[in-house]
């Protein structure tokens, strides 16, 4: 005989439902909500409705969703599950917002945590910089580089140099070598002692 998924009775419609029509709460013995996701979304709708309403703000209209599908409030769009994280924790087991707009959200945050900079900074950074990398004058720059001691943002690059001033470990000296000897002039080091070398001057 096949295993059976258990079932669970929802207090606000009554009816008998999978587990998996119940979002997470640890508080419960069972640890799922007494409510099934369906009701307490319903619920969430009328509170806020009901909150808004007596402080006097506008209520957003309520648009109909075939079912599969969630409206994101970022970008107004409806889009088909999956188009959503999935978020145990939430009403309906979905994200908030679309994977579309946390993706522009994570950008926004990355940008502003470890640069300090707006996506309109970024932009304006670009513009300066005629929209190419600042050292090949030629790909696509998509990667703001800083500097690693004083944090200072110092432009945007393409993926080829950015990688480049990586591995030469963001020292003038090694990158001053290697344009001479790309140009023909060879610096090899002369041996002064054992283990210790001298470079020309």
């Known amino acids: 005989m096949a295993d059976e ?8 419609c009554g009816r008998s439902l999978p587990l998996s029509a ?3 709460d640890r508080n419960r013995r069972d640890g799922l909500q007494a409510r099934c996701r369906e009701c307490v979304a319903e619920y969430s709708a009328q509170h806020y409705r009901r909150r808004r309403e007596a402080i006097g703000k506008p209520v957003r209209e309520r648009v109909d969703v075939p079912p599969g599908h969630k409206l994101c409030r970022t970008c107004g769009e409806v889009k088909p599950h999956s188009e959503w994280h999935r978020n145990a924790s939430a ?5 908030t917002r679309c994977k579309a707009c946390r993706a522009v959200r994570g950008r ?3 940008l502003k945590r470890q640069y300090g900079m707006t996506e309109a900074e970024r932009d304006e950074l670009l513009a300066s910089q005629r929209g190419v990398c600042c050292i090949c004058l030629a790909a696509l720059p998509e990667h703001v580089d800083h500097c690693h001691k004083t944090g200072r943002v110092r ?4 993926f080829s140099c950015n990688a480049a001033l990586g591995q030469f470990k963001d ?3 090694v990158m001053r070598r290697a344009a001479a000897y790309v140009e023909g002039i060879a610096w090899k080091p ?3 002692a ?3 070398y001298q470079l020309p001057s």
């Not at 009403?91 to 994200?95: A, M, P, Q």
């Not at 432009?155 to 393409?158: A, D, K």
């Open 190 to 192: 002369t041996l002064v």
């Open 171 to 173: 020292r003038p000296d």
């Open 91 to 95: 009403s309906d087991g979905l994200s």
């Open 194 to 196: 054992p283990g210790v």
């Open 155 to 158: 432009g945007v690059l393409c």
């Open 108 to 110: 926004q945050d990355h």
């Open 5 to 12: 998924t258990p079932d669970k009775p929802c207090s606000g």
């Open 22 to 24: 119940f979002a997470r």
